[in-house]
């Protein structure tokens, strides 16, 4: 956005705080409201009739989530999570409406990332359908790499901890799996741990 666009944002946002693992809102739950990321990890998940859930992205500093229902008017297609202590700012669905009217070249903005993430779970159908749960971590692992990795001394490291059921959550198969397969690439010096981090070090 520009500075005219973040000025008309700022007086029409107000701040919201959630702790770790709190719910923010439900699937199937009506919209009312979208939410941009100042701070912290939000899961974005679906959970099956077996119980079971499928995580389908984490998000993290200036993301955002919510505009789907506002922008269709149906309900929530997935379920909100703060896995860490997040702080967020919300509009709510009236002012956000005023504010595409108002400014319609922030539509197409939102467009651009909506159709990225199109994109991204066209990936994850493909990789869920033809790819071998080895093969999704490593995706997986490179795509976090990507959004929340820093350079170091031994290699890449992903500034979020992602337990092994979050991983698991995100990869489609169970926790059991996932630690095996990390144990097998710390084995075979492609990763290392370090405080709960999780570093690449294999290009």
């Given at each position: 956005m520009d500075d005219k666009e973040l000025e008309e944002l700022s007086k029409i946002t107000y701040q919201k705080f959630y702790d770790k693992n709190e719910i923010i809102f439900l699937e199937g739950e009506v919209g009312d409201a979208i939410y941009l990321i100042l701070d912290g990890l939000i899961k974005v998940f679906r959970t099956v009739e077996s119980g079971r859930e499928k995580t389908l992205a984490l998000l993290g500093q200036w993301d955002f989530f919510g505009e789907m229902a506002l922008l269709d008017k149906s309900v929530r297609s997935a379920s909100i999570q703060a896995i860490k202590t997040s702080q967020l700012l919300v509009i709510d669905r009236e002012k956000f409406n005023n504010l595409l009217l108002k400014f319609p070249q922030i539509s197409l903005k939102i467009i651009v990332t909506l159709s990225n993430r199109l994109r991204e779970a066209n990936n994850q159908i493909k990789a869920l359908t033809f790819k071998s749960v080895k093969e999704r971590l490593h995706l997986v692992l490179l795509d976090l790499a990507d959004r929340y990795g820093e350079e170091s001394k031994d290699g890449i490291?992903?500034?979020?901890?992602?337990?092994?059921?979050?991983?698991?959550?995100?990869?489609?198969?169970?926790?059991?799996?996932?630690?095996?397969?990390?144990?097998?690439?710390?084995?075979?010096?492609?990763?290392?741990?370090?405080?709960?981090?999780?570093?690449l070090i294999d290009e």
């Open positions: 490291v992903i500034t979020k901890k992602i337990t092994h059921q979050e991983l698991a959550n995100l990869v489609g198969t169970t926790r059991e799996t996932i630690t095996k397969l990390l144990n097998e690439l710390i084995e075979g010096g492609l990763i290392i741990v370090k405080k709960r981090y999780l570093i």
